[in-house]
């Protein structure tokens, strides 16, 4: 799965709304397991965004990073073209996410369309 996938906010409501379901014993198990993975590969993305900040972010006389007036890091307009060049790039790693088959999690959950197309890659037939 593209790391894109997994920080977007779209799957992760719609897997959150998975894992918040009353589900058989063992697809808790799985979803679970699955929900570690997901968090790991956030934190992961969040370190090394901030990482990429630190390194192309406006930096003040103090050391610390100039922040905009909506609290984003200020950068240079070319800090921001290579910043966007490597978050993209970032984005487009696959990580290893484990997947549960749709028979594993009982016939009581409930996905909208949009939901279940989100989770399509770690919920398979």
């Not at 897997?15 to 058989?24: G, I, N, S």
């Not at 014993?25 to 679970?32: D, G, H, I, T, Y």
């Not at 390194?55 to 910043?83: A, C, H, I, R």
Request: net charge negative.
């Amino acid at each position: 799965m593209k790391l894109g996938k997994v920080v977007n906010p779209v799957f992760q409501n719609a897997f959150r709304k998975l894992a918040t379901q009353d589900l058989p014993l063992r697809a808790a198990f799985l979803v679970k397991g699955i929900s570690r993975q997901i968090q790991d590969e956030i934190a992961k993305y969040d370190a090394s965004r901030m990482e990429a900040l630190k390194k192309l972010g406006t930096v003040k006389e103090d050391g610390k990073l100039e922040l905009e007036e909506n609290g984003n890091v200020k950068l240079s307009e070319e800090n921001m073209k290579k910043f966007s060049e490597e978050l993209q790039s970032l984005l487009e790693v696959s990580v290893p996410i484990s997947s549960i088959k749709i028979n594993d999690l009982g016939a009581s959950v409930q996905l909208s369309a949009a939901e279940a197309s989100a989770l399509e890659e770690i919920v398979v037939e």
